[in-house]
């Protein structure tokens, strides 16, 4: 992790592994030199994770020439206890949406806020 001016660590929310799998689901077709550009790692790491991805399941290669192409495998179940029962198609559908803005109105009256009593 870098750290910023004043010395503290900065994170994020995603993952390495989710940032290359989300990548390498858009295009199917893309560099991991591409996939380390982007997500600002080295090609190594990025080959590492890609690795890590196919020997879990996640993931899978073929050729195409002197390229390779991926395909996810979406129902594969994700890792961590918190996330039991969610696949890699409902990450990825996930990281596909569009942000939604609070300035609208919600749907349904369970999501209203409380009012409150003055």
């Known amino acids: 992790m870098d750290a910023n001016a004043a010395g503290r660590r900065t994170w994020t929310f995603l993952t ?4 290359v799998l989300s990548l390498i689901a ?3 077709g893309i560099r ?3 996939v380390a550009a982007t997500c600002q790692l080295t090609e190594r790491a990025v080959q590492t994770i890609v690795a890590d ?3 879990d ?5 073929s050729r195409e020439g002197r390229r390779n192409r991926y395909h996810v495998t ?3 179940q994700l890792r961590h206890p ?4 969610h696949t890699v198609a409902s990450l990825l559908q996930l ?3 569009e942000p939604t803005t609070t300035d609208e109105e919600p749907d349904h009256p369970s999501e209203r806020p409380a009012e409150r009593n003055s």
């Open 53 to 55: 991805l196919e020997a």
């Open 32 to 34: 991991l030199r591409d």
């Open 26 to 28: 858009k295009d199917p």
């Open 16 to 19: 390495n592994h989710a940032r």
């Open 57 to 61: 399941g996640y993931l899978t290669h």
């Open 82 to 85: 918190a996330e039991a029962g």
């Open 74 to 76: 979406p129902d594969t």
């Open 95 to 97: 990281l596909d949406e």
